[in-house]
């Protein structure tokens, strides 16, 4: 680790995603959505560096994107494979720069059925958000800086 008086852009971490959902019980492809404007961040612009993708157990796939007012969608990360055993962060080799006119999505996808091997509940039951492992998370935990 070395430290720098000063640094050409500051990051910060930016946690992006919903935090009120449920799950219904059975249900083998439930995915819940939450979107975010840049208007509601003061139209400010953004360069994403990294992603980290975040679910827990039953989570099964994600869909993270930016489209901006002309309707131009960029990829931020996304994946029919989430395993919650292995959570890499993604970095970047040119950061992606996201707009002040952009909303960000944020998808994630689930299966609370009785066939997933990674099912808590016996039989399946609803699944509401929180932090604990047996409850669900959707987040893009994304590295950026002011643009």
């Not at 990294?50 to 869909?63: A, I, K, N, Q, S």
């Not at 007012?69 to 990829?75: I, N």
Request: proline fraction near 6%; charge should be negative.
């Amino acid at each position: 680790l070395k430290l720098e008086s000063t640094v050409e852009k500051e990051m910060f971490y930016a946690p992006i995603g919903p935090d009120n959902f449920v799950i219904p019980a059975g249900d083998a492809s439930h995915t819940a959505t939450w979107e975010f404007s840049m208007a509601d961040f003061f139209g400010l612009s953004i360069d994403v560096f990294g992603v980290m993708p975040h679910m827990h157990l039953l989570g099964r796939g994600y869909d993270f994107k930016a489209v901006n007012d002309a309707g131009v969608e960029s990829c931020i990360s996304r994946s029919d494979a989430f395993d919650f055993s292995t959570q890499p962060t993604y970095w970047f080799d040119t950061p992606l720069t996201i707009d002040g006119t952009s909303t960000i999505s944020v998808s994630c996808t689930y299966d609370n059925s009785a066939s997933n091997p990674n099912q808590q509940n016996d039989p399946p039951q609803d699944v509401f958000w929180g932090e604990n492992t047996q409850q669900e998370m959707c987040f893009a935990l994304m590295y950026v800086a002011l643009h």
